[in-house]
């Protein structure tokens, strides 16, 4: 397939580079533009690109940057993006560490769906809940006893299974994990968010989350400092 990936941070490069691994054609660009990607793109064997070029003619997009930098993208970025393609959205938000507020998440909207509404498109959530580290180096081959999993939400069947696959390539086994709505269910706090579960944990987990407790308790542990930036 052709990958666009916007963000070569921890999460985007991670995913660059074992989705070129793959056999994939990977395009890769990050805030500094095609000569700020080339370097890395070089390295991978991947193609150095800016925003625009990341979404033009590709069947994947992948939004590796922080959340709220999806407010900087330009307005008409995915004006010709064919509505069939996949966008894989795997941001989390940090607010009073990295992030600045977005009243309407700390109200409880779900991450992903303020994403989506930000590019006006859906997009799937996928890759967040996992550590750069574990991302980058625990990936497994499929059929591996108690291989890792990573949850994959979102509202389109073909887009989540595209994105399932892709997962399952980058050496994990990919878990359904419900609507876009329900992703909520793998941010921060709680008890899907970077801990490294097998397929049944990851299922047994995530119906442990609790939507009204994690906001709460997420603002509670970075009042005093208790929660990183693992991802």
Known sequence: MKIGIIGTGNIGGALARKLSAAGHDVRVANSSGTEGARAFAREIGAEPTDVHGAVAGVNVIILAIPLPAM???????????????????????????????????????TESVWVARQIGRPVIKAFNNALAYTLAELGKPKGTPSRLAI???????RS?????????????????????????????????????????GSRCGNPWSCRHEAGPVARALREVGVESLPC
């Open 151 to 157: 949850a994959v939400a979102g509202d389109d069947v």
């Open 71 to 109: 407010r900087e993208l330009p307005a008409n970025l995915f004006d010709r993006v064919p509505i069939e393609t996949t966008i894989i959205d795997t941001s989390n938000y940090y607010p009073g560490l990295r992030d600045s507020r977005i009243p309407e998440i700390d109200d409880g909207l």
């Open 160 to 200: 989540k299974q595209t994105a399932m696959e892709l997962v399952n390539q980058a050496g994990f086994d990919p878990v359904d994990a419900g609507s876009l709505e329900d992703s909520w269910r793998q941010q921060p706090s709680t008890p899907s968010y970077c801990c490294d579960y097998d397929a049944r």
